[in-house]
């Protein structure tokens, strides 16, 4: 069974960073589009930043431009998000997801299939 696992997530003060990790098992995720989605109290999850499955193809949220970027290990089976100059507002719940052999990265949660469990980012001001 394919399955994603996200870890290192935890308590930052704003204008720190922070990296996240998000190690598959059960299958490869080499091939497919990859992405980090977060989810803060009472909102809808959000797509964060994105890769297509031959890492040419990046798209970020308008809101962590410059400040987020995403990067896989395939060796390692292991996705990541590097989070610089963290604010206040970043802190949720961030997922990574696993969707398809496409060229574009979609935005929509809808179009990811597998998802991990998630990890806690909290940025105190």
């Known amino acids: 069974q394919a399955q994603l696992m996200e870890s290192g997530g935890g308590l930052v003060q704003a204008g720190n960073s922070l990296r996240l990790s998000c190690v598959g098992s059960?299958?490869?995720?080499?091939?497919?589009?990859m992405a980090w989605f977060r989810q803060a109290p009472g909102k809808q999850r959000e797509f964060v930043v994105g890769l297509n499955w031959a890492d040419y193809n990046l798209r970020h949220a308008d809101s962590v431009k410059g400040r987020f970027s995403i990067s896989r290990d395939n060796a390692a089976n292991t996705l990541y998000l590097h989070m610089n100059s963290l604010k206040f507002e970043d802190t949720a719940v961030y997922y990574c997801a696993a969707g398809s052999r496409s060229i574009l990265v979609d935005t929509s949660p809808d179009a990811y299939t597998i998802w991990g469990q998630g990890t806690q980012v909290t940025v105190s001001s």
């Open positions: 059960g299958r490869s995720f080499g091939g497919v589009t």
